[in-house]
Nanobody
C-alpha cells in the first residue's frame, strides 16, 4: 500500500536551482523521508533527510547551505530545494521513506523500506 514517487529532475547549468518533489502515500505520522543520489561509478550517497513528525533534518556536508529538505504532511509531499548547483551534484536522485523515527541514521540507506524509481539531475558547466 505504501508508495514513493519522485519528480522534478532535469538539466540545468552551474549556479542554477532545481526543486525535487516526492509524494509519499500510505505511511503513518511516524515517518522519516530522505533523498539519496548515485552517480555512475560511485556509491549511493545520503543527501538530506527529515523526520517529519518533529522536523529534525540532517544533511551531508557537501550540500549544507545549498539544499533544503521540507515536508508538507497534509499533502504527503516532500521537497528538496537545490540551489547553487554544480556538476558534482549530477546524479540520479532517489526518494526513500520509512515508518521509523530516525535521527543520526537519517542518511543511512539500509534503514529505509520504500524507494522511488529515481529522477535524473544533470548540471553542466
Amino acid at each position: 500500500q505504501v508508495q514513493v514517487v519522485e519528480s522534478g529532475g532535469g538539466s540545468v547549468q552551474s549556479g542554477e536551482s532545481l526543486k525535487l518533489s516526492c509524494k509519499t502515500s500510505g505511511f503513518t505520522r511516524n515517518l522519516s523521508v530522505a533523498w539519496f543520489r548515485q552517480a555512475p561509478g560511485k556509491e549511493r550517497e545520503g543527501v538530506a533527510g527529515i523526520y517529519t513528525y518533529s522536523g529534525n533534518t540532517r544533511y551531508t556536508d557537501s550540500v549544507k547551505g545549498r539544499f533544503t529538505i521540507s515536508h508538507d504532511t497534509a499533502a504527503n509531499m516532500n521537497y528538496l530545494q537545490m540551489n547553487s548547483l554544480t556538476p558534482e551534484d549530477t546524479a540520479m536522485y532517489y526518494c526513500a521513506a520509512v515508518n521509523r523515527a530516525l535521527v543520526s541514521e537519517l542518511l543511512k540507506s539500509d534503514k529505509y523500506t520504500a524507494w522511488g524509481r529515481g529522477t535524473q539531475v544533470t548540471v553542466s558547466s
